[in-house]
Structure formats: C-alpha cells, structure tokens
C-alpha cells in the first residue's frame, strides 16, 4: 500500500507563508502527476495545485500568483509553497499521486493549516 505523507501545516498570521511537504512510501518515477487538495470546514474538496511528472502545473484560481506546486525527484518529494496566505486558505491539505502503472490515485490523511485574522 503506497503511504503519502504530508507535512509543514500549522497555524500562521494572514499575510505569513508555509511550505507543505509530501513524501511518497514509493518512488515519485511511478506517479503520472501530483497535488494537493484542500477541504476547509463545511465545505466540498477542492482541488489547489497539480504537477505533472513533465512539470506541467495548473493551479486553482483562487491561489494563483500566491502558491508554487513543484517535485524534486532527486528527493522524491513534493512540496506546496504558500504565501501571502488568507484566512479563506484555511483548510485540511491532502496530497495526491496518480499511478501512471494502475491508475489508482493515492491520498495522504491530511495536515491542517490554520490561518488567523
């Protein structure tokens, strides 16, 4: 069973930064893509960022010009950029891969990032 685990959430002042990490139980090499998703309280999933393995990024409006997705292969190991956060980017972040082998997708169980007024 593939483990995804996240890290680097925690509570932070609007305005502040934070990087989340996710590390993969197997090698990224076997990932067709990766990202985060984000599930603030009461409200539905949402998707925040996607990487392909070509680097191909697409982002969430809503965070465009405030995060940076990217995936160090070497360290097997993808991360999410925050800035000039806002109190609306408070949310569990869950980190996913795309199986380019199986087709499975694999989640991790969420950190949680807190952003105060």
């Known amino acids: 069973q593939v483990q995804m685990v996240e890290s680097g959430g925690g509570l932070v002042q609007t305005g502040g930064s934070l990087r989340l990490s996710c590390v993969p139980s197997?090698?990224?090499?076997?990932?067709?893509?990766m990202g985060w998703y984000r599930q603030a309280p009461g409200k539905e999933r949402e998707m925040v960022a996607h990487?392909?393995?070509?680097?191909?990024?697409v982002y969430a409006d809503s965070v465009k010009g405030r995060f940076t997705i990217s995936r160090d292969n070497a360290k097997n190991t993808m991360a999410l950029q925050m800035i000039s956060l806002k109190p609306e980017d408070t949310a569990v972040y869950y980190c996913?891969?795309?199986?380019?082998?199986?087709?499975?997708?694999?989640w991790g169980k969420g950190t949680l990032v807190t952003v105060s007024p």
């Open positions: 990487i392909t393995s070509g680097s191909n990024t």
């Open positions: 197997v090698s990224m090499s076997g990932f067709s893509a």
């Open positions: 996913y891969a795309d199986s380019r082998w199986s087709g499975s997708t694999f």
